[in-house]
């Protein structure tokens, strides 16, 4: 018998539907599927600080705010990683309704991190990644490193373009104590298609719906501070791996949402040759933090995991909580 799975990709099959039918296909699709319950049996690879630590001197702390979401601490500045705390609804999303910036959910996610911050990093300008960043920016003064087109649609919704730094990949730039590389990366296809694909040349309305927050320019960043190196993504496909001259790295973290991530997750891990392994991208985002953690309906972290507790990746699987730090050895 097909699984659910495969049943959805016959019945959404490349071509033969509308790309906005597609979507909302799939998203009905997920909301019909089982979630998994919360990190359940897989709490053993959840790391963490001991609560209300400290940093210590000469570290990097890493603090995981759902999603594809990162603060990054070292010597007292912080960077974030695609901060989304909105988390819009199923329906919203799928009905292609207007979907805005939850403000009270923006002030709960930021009282879990650093008041001021130096940049916010954007891997690419889908809705999750960018929707809520041009007020993040606002209340923590940060600047915003990412490609044209986030850039393009942050500028639309209100920000400076003196606050937008527009980057390639294989630039590198230094800000405070943070060195980044920007590097290339691909997106996840769903079920073959690749979502709100497009790109914004210049800034022009602020986008309303889903749809409207255009992929733009994936990308993937090293980033270096304090003796370590962290590589971060939010997924990609088995074509565009990170280049092997970054490794090794301390920590890499590695979105799998999507099958297609999770296809060239080996190689990527191979390529990095990292101590510690992240899986990221892989939480219910329709889902309020509140609730806990809970994995999404595509991801898989059984097969994630399975190499590792086979002995045959040399690296550490781990996992992080919402807002809970965990500095790197
Ligand atoms: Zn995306």
């Known amino acids: 018998m097909r699984s659910r799975y495969a049943q959805i990709i016959a019945i959404s099959g490349e071509g033969r539907f509308h790309p906005a039918l597609k979507f909302t296909i799939f998203a009905f699709y997920l909301s019909a599927h089982i979630a998994l319950a919360g990190f359940d049996k897989y709490s053993a690879f959840v790391v963490a600080d001991p609560p209300g630590a400290r ?5 990097v702390r890493v603090t995981y705010l759902g999603v594809n979401g990162y603060q990054f601490e070292a010597s007292g500045h912080a960077l974030l990683v695609d901060p989304y705390f909105t988390r819009a609804g199923l329906t919203a999303v799928a009905l292609q309704q207007r979907i805005e910036p939850n403000e009270a959910r923006i002030a709960f996610g930021l009282q879990h991190v650093r008041p001021r911050a130096d940049a916010v990093l954007v891997t690419h300008a889908h809705f999750d990644h960018l929707l809520d960043v041009p007020e993040i920016m606002r209340r923590t003064n ?12 942050t500028m639309s919704c209100g920000v400076d373009r003196t606050r937008c730094l527009i980057v390639q990949p294989g630039s590198t730039r230094l800000i405070g104590p943070w060195r980044i590389r920007v590097l290339p990366a691909a997106h996840d296809r769903i079920l073959g298609w690749l979502p709100f694909r497009g790109t914004r040349s210049q800034p022009g309305t602020c986008p309303a719906k889903a749809s ?8 993937a960043f090293r980033i270096e501070a304090n003796g370590k190196r962290i590589y971060v993504d939010s997924g990609g496909t088995p074509e565009v791996l990170p280049p092997a001259q970054i490794a090794p790295v301390d920590l890499a973290i590695l979105g799998v949402a999507l099958p297609d991530s999770r296809k060239r997750f080996r190689a990527a891990v191979d390529r990095l040759r990292p101590k510690y392994v992240l899986p990221s991208h892989q939480d219910d985002f329709f889902a309020s933090v509140e609730r806990g953690f809970f994995f999404g309906k595509l991801t898989d972290f059984r097969a994630v995991a399975r190499p590792f507790q086979r002995h045959e990746i040399n690296s550490h699987l781990i996992l992080l909580d919402y807002f809970r730090p965990w500095t790197i050895p």
């Open 142 to 153: 940060a600047r915003l490193v990412a490609g044209v087109t986030a850039a393009n649609l």
């Open 212 to 219: 409207d927050w255009r992929l733009g320019e994936p990308m």
């Open 55 to 59: 940093q210590a001197p000469g570290t």
